[in-house]
């Protein structure tokens, strides 16, 4: 029967590789998920035959049952917009479950060579901070924490909290199975309290990239917990969703041209610290007739989509705006950021989601060199990912920062719903531009308008 569940785990681990593969592509997204789902199904059944596990059932059953109802009704009713904050969730329930496994296991005080015994406490402690972190991360988004706490010598009483937390877990790896109970209470509360700690200071701005880095912390806990029961798909799952995660954060802070340390330890951007530059000129009005008059008689339009239109979920209205306009023959494209929105690919997703085919959406780097050429540009809810502070700028906080070159077209028009600042509360200079003008209105409501307007013209 061993040999058995060891194959069973062993296809649910294949196909958790394969699942990822599939999911690096738009095209193939939705297959990845469901061969991942498939395996990790595979790999709860034939946990069922475990012999260690028997005594277990009933409660196994229920647990199961208890999370896969939550999950279920959840996912069904949680709204686009609000899919990052329930990633960082699920995410931190991960981090939460590989610290509670080794919990268990240092209960025990069984006796553990050093090693395995390392890796208990080592996957502890990072999947105890990815817990509390992503709970940090998800209250941010979610609106139930605002703004950051931020006070003097923060970072130093961090590094402490996170140093007493590495003593108590060095005691626990070199006493053996007679380290105190209090030691190892002691251990995981300063565990919880540096994951709050290192999340409170970091603005909402840059939680895409700290959520993708507490993904990768929990894959590596679960691969740590892995070894310690001795279970190849946890391992493979584990170290599988760490590199993943990793690399997706590398990704993601190169995007911001800021390497992890400044997301982690400093404010919003690389800024040179002087006051940033004063925004000339004003912003100009436009109405959605002479922007739907614009675009029909535009030979390329690039439509630049950011939060703002998955907050006002627009999408739907964009793609029958986007078919109407290349019905006229007009060539129609799509920009994407790759920190647009609040998690790394939300606007392919909810593009996706609208039948915006995969073939017209591009990435900056594929696109960036086709403003120049384009007459016009609608920037749809985006902020700081067209803000040409980031070009001109020393002292702007996110100076360095890639941006789409929205500014270098011949017209941009900025769909907003004000004149405020946007989420990282940085003026754009891009809105006082002399070829932008702003329209102003809900997403959603603004695109039905052009699309009126667009028909209206025949």
Do not use: C
Request: hydrophobic share 55%; aromatic share 8%.
């Amino acid at each position: 029967m061993e040999l058995v569940i060891q194959t069973v785990y062993f296809i649910a681990a294949l196909l958790f590789i394969l699942g990822l593969k599939q999911m690096s592509s738009p095209v193939t997204a939705r297959r990845g998920i469901i061969w991942a789902g498939v395996g990790m199904l595979m790999a709860v059944l034939i946990t069922y035959f475990h012999h260690e596990l028997i005594h277990n059932v009933g409660w196994m059953t229920v647990a199961i049952a208890i999370g896969g109802l939550i999950a279920y009704v959840s996912g069904k009713k949680v709204a686009m917009t609000d899919m990052p904050q329930m990633i960082a969730l699920y995410n931190g329930m991960g981090g939460g479950a590989a610290a509670a496994i080794a919990a268990v296991e240092l209960v025990k005080q069984e006796p553990m060579s050093l090693t395995i015994q390392s890796l208990a406490v080592i996957g502890a402690l990072i999947g105890t901070v990815a817990f509390s972190g992503s709970l940090i991360a998800f209250a941010k988004l979610q609106g139930l924490m605002r703004g950051v706490v931020r006070f003097s010598m923060q970072q130093w009483l961090n590094a402490l909290v996170f140093v007493l937390a590495l003593t108590y877990g060095l005691a626990i790896i070199l006493s053996g199975a007679q380290y105190e109970m209090s030691t190892l209470t002691i251990f995981f509360i300063l565990a919880l309290v540096f994951g709050v700690m290192v999340t409170v200071p970091i603005g909402g701005a840059d939680m895409p990239v700290v959520i993708s880095l507490f993904n990768a912390l929990t894959g590596l806990a679960v691969g740590f917990e892995g070894y310690v029961l001795s279970n190849p798909a946890m391992m493979i799952a584990g170290i599988v969703v760490g590199s993943a995660g990793t690399l997706l954060t590398q990704l993601m802070a190169k995007a911001m041209n800021r390497p992890i340390s400044n997301v982690l330890f400093s404010n919003f951007g690389e800024g040179g610290g002087g006051e940033a530059a004063a925004v000339s000129g004003s912003m100009k009005e436009i109405d959605a007739n002479d922007v739907a008059v614009m675009m029909a008689f535009a030979d390329k339009v690039i439509i630049v989509p950011g939060y703002g239109m998955a907050v006002a979920q627009a999408q739907h209205k964009v793609w029958e705006m986007t078919k109407l306009l290349q019905e006229r023959g007009v060539t129609v494209k799509f920009a994407i950021h790759p920190v647009a929105g609040r998690m790394p690919g939300h606007m392919n997703v909810l593009l996706a989601e609208a039948g915006v085919p995969y073939d017209i959406i591009y990435d900056l780097d594929e696109i960036n060199d086709e403003f120049p050429t384009t007459d016009v540009v609608l920037v749809i809810g985006a902020n700081d990912v067209v803000n040409p502070a980031a070009r001109t700028d020393p002292n702007s906080p996110i100076y360095g920062m890639p941006i789409l070159n929205a500014d270098y077209a011949k017209n941009v028009v900025v769909v907003k719903r004000g004149k405020g600042t946007g989420f990282s509360g940085i003026e754009n200079h891009l809105f006082f531009a002399d070829n932008t003008r702003m329209l102003y209105g809900d997403g959603q409501a603004v695109a039905s308008e052009l699309v009126s307007s667009l028909k209206e013209l025949g």
